[in-house]
C-alpha cells in the first residue's frame, strides 16, 4: 500500500466514522435496492368496455362467495386488476384481502400466467397474450365462519353482500369510470334489499343495471328469509332482514319515529343526495353487527330485539340509523379532499374526521332525540356518559390533541387496546359531538337565538338536491360556513384550540353553559343501567377505575386511577370481594360499603396462574354520570334537542 492510498482510506474511514465503528468491519453490508411500482396509477378516462360480475352468494352453509368476472382488457401484456384496499366508511385500509382464494384468470377457456405484486399484495398481475381482448377471473371470498375471523356475513337464514369484498377492479382508472354490470345468486326463497334497483330476475339469479364501479360499491345487499320494508318517507325506505318472523313485527309507533327521524333531517339538512334511499336493517343474533354508510343507503345490523325488546336498544335507536342517514350528508356527499379518492388503492388522509364522524355523531343523538327514536331525559343521559368519558375519563387528553386520534383508524383499525382512557382512541366521534354542542351554544347564544347550527349544516350539506358525487372540502371551507353563520366569532382559532392544541380539559361548555351541569350522584341513569345490562358489565369507571363483567373479567381500566394503583389490568379476573366469591352485587355493596372512612374492598385477582389479594383504595361509593339541570327557562342544550 503506498501513501497515496492509505491517504484515501484514512479519508474514507475519516469521512464515515460512526458506520464504521458501528457494526464489526466482518459484517456484510447490503445496499437498498429501488423499489418500482409498475401499477399504473388511476387516471380519470373512460374504461373501455363493460365488466360483467356475478357473486353466487348461495353457499351460506360454508359462507363462501364464488365470484365469476369477464373483463374487457383494452391492450396486451401487464394487465392489473386490484382487490379493494382503503375502504370508504372504516377511513382505513382494511379491506380483507386474507380471504381472496382460488384466484384464476383465463382467456378464451385457457390459463394465464398470474403473479401477486409483492409492494401492494392487493394487486395481481395477469399476462394477457396478444389478440385477446376479455378475460375470466374467477375467484372466492372466504368470508369468515367464526367470529375470531371478522365479521360474519352469512348464517343460515341471511347475508350481508358487498360488492366492494366481492370484486376486482382494473388498475389505471378512476372507479366512477369503469362500466360494470352486476348480478347475484342468492339461496332459494330469499329476498334483497339494496340501493340498486333490479333489470331482471330468472330464479335465484337478480341482475343490476349497467352502473359505474364506484357507485356499485356504494351499493351493497342485504338477502334473507324473513324479509318486510316500511315506507318511511316518499324516497326513503327501511328494508329489515331478521332471524325470524316474529323479530319483524315493528309496532307502528315505531315506524312513526323512524319516520320523524327522516322528516328531521330533511328539515336540517333541506337537499337530498340521493334519488332514494334504503336502511338495510339486519336483526339478528348471528350475523355479524355493523353501521356502515353509503350515499344511497345504510348497512344496520343490530342484534335481535329491536323492534320486540325496544326498551333496552337504546344505543341503536341514538348512534346507529340517525347516525348511518346523516352520513349520507356529511361524509358521503360532503367529503374531504384529502379523504375523497379516485380509486380504493390511494390511501385516504382522516384529518377532518371530527367533521365527518364528530358532526354525524353530534346530529344522530339530536335527530334521535328531535324524532322521539330517543326520550330527551335518554339524550341527556347519554350526554352524560359522554361528557364523563371524554373529561374525567380520557386522562390521555394531556398528552394527545384530538386530531392526532383521526389517525387511529389506521394506526389501530379497531383492535382491542390495553389502556384506552390513556392511549386515546377515535375520540374524534364523541369528543367531536361535545365541540359541536358547544358550537351550537355560541351560535345561538351569540345571534341572541335567531340562528343555530341547523342553519350551518343547510349552508354546508343543504346544496345540489339529487347530486349523489362527492363534493369535497377543506378546513378553510368549514370555518367559511361558521364565519357565514356567525360572522362575530373567531372560528378558526376556537377549532384550532379544541381540535388541534393540547387541551387537557373537555369541551363541556355546550353543556355547562348550555342549561346544564355534569353531576355524579350513587344511582345511574337509565342509560347507564340498559348499557350496563347489555354488557353484561358494572360500570365502575368513576368509582374505582375500572369496568368488570358479571364473569368478573375486568374490560376497562382508568388510567391512574385506584385500581390501575392496584395493578389491575384488563384481562385481570376478579374471583372474590371481601373474602367471598364474586358477583355483581357483592362488587357493588364493597364499594358502597367503603365509602367515606369503609374499608377499602378486597379483591382476589387471578392474572394467568397468579392470584393476589389487592385492596381498591376508593372511598367515594358508588358514581355515574348525570346532566343536572341550571337555572330555569331553556337553555341552548334544550332548544337543540326540541323537534322542529
Ligand atoms: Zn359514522
Known sequence: MGRAALAVLLSTCLATPAAAQLVPALNSRPEATAKVDTIPPARDIAYPGTIQLTVDASDVTRAIFRIHEHVPVPHPGDFV???????????????????????????????????????????????????VTAIDVDFQYVSPTAG???????????????????????????????????????????????????????????????????????????????????????????????????????????????????????????????????????????????????????EDGVKRGYFIDWDHHLTDR????????????????????????????????????WMYEGQTQFWGYVLAARSGMLTKQDTLDAIASTAATYGPGTPGRVWRPLEDTTNDPIIAQRSPQPWRSWQRSEDYYSEGQLIWIDVDRIIRQQSGGKKSIDDFARAFFGMRDGDYGELTYTFDDIVATLNKVLPSFDWRGYLQRRVYAIAPEAPLEGITQGGYRLVFTDKPSNWTKVSEMVRKTGEFTYSGGFTVGHDGKVSSVLWDSPAFNAGITIGSEVLAVNGRKYDMDAIKQAIKDAAGSGPAPELLIQDGDVYRTVKLDWHGGLRYPHLEKVGKGEGTLDALLAPR
Open 318 to 353: 341514538s348512534s346507529l340509523m340517525p347516525h348511518e342517514y346523516t352520513h349520507s350528508w356529511d361524509g358521503k356527499y360532503r367529503r374531504a379532499a384529502d379523504l375523497w379518492t379516485p380509486d380504493y388503492r390511494t390511501p385516504m388522509q382522516d384529518t377532518l374526521m
Open 148 to 298: 375470531n375471523q371478522g365479521r360474519i356475513v352469512a348464517t343460515p337464514d341471511m347475508a350481508s353482500i358487498e360488492w366492494i369484498a366481492n370484486s376486482l377492479y382494473p388498475a389505471g382508472y378512476y372507479v366512477r369510470d369503469i362500466p360494470i354490470q352486476a348480478s347475484v345468486i342468492v339461496p332459494a326463497g330469499w329476498r334483497v334489499a339494496t340501493a340498486l334497483r333490479p333489470s331482471g330476475q330468472i330464479g335465484n339469479k337478480i341482475d343490476y343495471p349497467v352502473t359505474s364501479y364506484e357507485i356499485l360499491m356504494d351499493s351493497p345487499l342485504i338477502a334473507g328469509a324473513h324479509y318486510r320494508r316500511f315506507e318511511l318517507s316518499p324516497k326513503v325506505a327501511l328494508d329489515v332482514i331478521a332471524d325470524n318472523e316474529p323479530e319483524l313485527a315493528a309496532k307502528p309507533e315505531q315506524i312513526d319515529a323512524h319516520k320523524r327521524m327522516v322528516d328531521q333531517a330533511l328539515k336540517v339538512f333541506g337537499a337530498q343526495h340521493y334519488d332514494h334511499y334504503d336502511f338495510l336493517l339486519t336483526i339478528s343474533d348471528y350475523l355479524g353487527g355493523e353501521g356502515l354508510e353509503h350515499h344511497r343507503s345504510s
Open 81 to 131: 386488476l386490484l382487490y379493494p384496499k382503503w375502504l370508504p366508511g372504516n377511513h382505513s385500509p382494511s379491506g380483507q384481502i386474507n380471504k381472496v382464494a382460488g384466484f384464476r384468470a383465463t382467456a378464451n377457456g385457457r390459463d394465464l400466467k398470474w403473479v401477486r405484486d409483492t409492494l401492494d399484495v392487493y394487486a395481481f398481475h395477469v399476462d394477457v397474450p396478444q389478440g
